[in-house]
């Protein structure tokens, strides 16, 4: 009786075996959608890189979402007046930190308004401004969805905001992003779903050897 259940114990674990699978299957479908969105950053990076070569100007997205094309452009605003200050933590083009004095601003009866950095200062006191036309480049806005909202779907779209050309007085001029600042950590996170799934199935068929040797 031993002998007849001796063989059947050490059979190869089948339901196991086929979870495991399945998730090392799901680790190497994360890495290529990884590579594919490798790709994509590139391209996209790419693009920003063409819109900073240009010098003509394009109208101010008032509404988000931003489309790509408009990023990293030249554009004008006119802010009837700043109804709110967010000074943020920053540098100024000398590579000086400080804080971007970044002004929420109305720019009629009715609509969302526009965000404009006018410079950077030493401290967070805003500077006397009552707003006026505002040339500069169109940059990601300050508030951009976290990976879980864009995840969850609770994302909302982002604002441009317009980094100025020429500060108002009293401040430096902010540092301008550029597209080099686009994150492009993809080849790394397929490296890393590869490897996790590699060694999955590795620690699973040592873990199944060293049962049916028992």
């Not at 674990?13 to 990884?34: D, E, F, K, N, R």
């Not at 036309?133 to 806005?141: K, Y």
């Amino acid at each position: 009786m031993n002998d007849a259940a001796t063989p059947a114990a050490r059979r190869w674990p089948v339901i196991p075996t086929i979870l495991v699978l399945a998730a090392v299957a799901t680790m190497v479908a994360l890495g290529v959608w990884q590579l594919q969105r490798k790709a994509e950053k590139e391209a996209l990076i790419a693009l920003f890189q063409r819109n900073m070569a240009m010098s003509a100007t394009v109208a101010y997205p008032e509404l988000p979402p931003v489309p790509d094309a408009m990023l990293y452009r030249k554009s004008s605003v006119t802010c009837l007046e700043p109804v709110r200050w967010d000074p943020r933590s920053g540098s100024d083009r000398k590579g000086q930190p400080g804080f971007r004095m970044i002004a929420d601003c109305r720019t009629g009866a009715e609509g969302p308004g526009v965000l404009v950095d006018v410079g950077s200062s030493d401290d967070f006191k805003p500077p006397v401004w009552k707003g006026g036309i505002v040339q500069g480049t169109i940059v990601p806005g300050p508030e951009q969805p976290t990976l879980v909202e864009r995840l969850t779907g609770r994302a909302m779209p982002a604002r441009a905001m317009l980094v100025a050309d020429v500060p108002v007085p009293g401040l430096r001029p902010s540092a301008v992003p550029s597209a080099a600042d686009t994150p492009n950590n993809h080849l790394a996170y397929a490296g890393q779903w590869f490897l996790f799934a590699a060694a999955a199935l590795i620690i699973y068929i040592l873990a199944v050897r060293r049962r049916l040797q028992r």
